[in-house]
């Protein structure tokens, strides 16, 4: 056994250099720059997620829980519709995406976005947190940073790395091969694997950003986490375990909020205020 981690590890070691370095978003007001190392391309991973998306859209459809609200989601595709055009102090390309974003009607409290802006917020996040329009544009925009980071990819990098080091390691003991279907795991990814404190830190600072250039207090993201703390004293969402401590999450809210209120005021200006309803 030890001898297959060591060849693991080796072969990881020599599988790095093959990954591809890139830049998925510019700094913005926020200041995010991180080298990012991908070991698949965005075409791969995009391809997977249009379909994994449909699949689930359809399957929501079927049970009866896919936008059974109108005015529920009359009012989220009016939030993002107000986010969207904001992604290009990011990356330019992202205008262009096939953005769709759902609701479902389920008492869990979550949302997320997959690759390319493939998105849904459930019911129980609005309903649980009595959530305003600004505290959900503070959710959603949290959420695309997710998908202008490419944060889903590059954890597929990773895994694709450990797992092809794994194979080649398995092969030379004769245990044989870990593959997974890539449609699978971007579904796996971007609802239920838990992401690194580093990217769920670097989208709580880009969507206050995106909140705050559409016109949305970004100071809700704080309101919106302190309601998250009380949730999750009692009901705690199983997502939030691998999440900054609140703590650690408020301070550096307030700090990125701080930051980016003058676009928050300028958006006010010229009448692109939220009314945080």
């Given at each position: 056994m030890m001898r297959a981690y060591v060849l693991a590890l080796a072969a990881a070691a020599a599988l790095l250099p093959g990954c591809t370095s890139v830049e998925t978003t510019k700094a913005g007001a926020v200041g995010v720059e991180r080298e990012q190392r991908m070991a698949v391309s965005a075409e791969e991973v995009a391809a997977s997620s249009r379909k994994a998306y449909a699949e689930m859209m359809a399957d929501a459809q079927k049970k009866g829980v896919l936008d059974r609200d109108p005015a529920q989601v009359q009012r989220v595709k009016a939030i993002v519709g107000r986010l969207v055009p904001q992604v290009s102090a990011f990356r330019s390309d992202a205008r262009k995406w096939p953005w769709e974003v759902h609701v479902l009607s389920v008492p869990e409290v979550n949302a997320w976005?997959?690759?390319?802006?493939?998105?849904?917020?459930?019911?129980?996040?609005?309903?649980?947190?009595?959530?305003?329009?600004?505290?959900?544009?503070?959710?959603?925009?949290?959420?695309?940073?997710?998908?202008?980071?490419?944060?889903?990819?590059?954890?597929?990098?990773?895994?694709?790395?450990?797992?092809?080091?794994?194979?080649?390691?398995?092969?030379?003991?004769?245990?044989?091969?870990?593959?997974?279907?890539?449609?699978?795991?971007?579904?796996?990814?971007?609802?239920?694997?838990?992401?690194?404190?580093?990217?769920?830190?670097?989208?709580?600072?880009?969507?206050?950003?995106?909140?705050?250039?559409?016109?949305?207090?970004?100071?809700?993201?704080?309101?919106?986490?302190?309601?998250?703390?009380?949730?999750?004293?009692?009901?705690?969402?199983?997502?939030?375990?691998?999440?900054?401590?609140?703590?650690?999450?408020?301070k550096d809210l307030q700090i990125y909020a701080e930051k980016v209120l003058p676009l928050y005021q300028a958006a006010a200006k010229s009448g692109g205020a939220s009314t945080g309803k």
């Open positions: 976005c997959m690759p390319e802006g493939k998105m849904a917020i459930y019911g129980g996040l609005i309903e649980k947190l009595h959530a305003s329009d600004a505290e959900i544009a503070a959710v959603m925009g949290h959420e695309i940073a997710h998908a202008l980071r490419e944060h889903v990819r590059e954890q597929i990098s990773r895994q694709v790395v450990t797992q092809t080091a794994v194979g080649i390691a398995g092969a030379l003991l004769g245990v044989g091969e870990l593959g997974q279907n890539l449609g699978n795991m971007v579904a796996d990814v971007t609802l239920n694997l838990p992401k690194s404190r580093q990217a769920e830190t670097e989208a709580d600072r880009i969507g206050v950003e995106l909140a705050a250039r559409a016109g949305y207090d970004p100071r809700a993201a704080i309101h919106l986490w302190e309601k998250m703390a009380k949730l999750s004293e009692s009901e705690p969402p199983k997502w939030l375990s691998t999440h900054p401590p609140h703590q650690d999450r408020v």
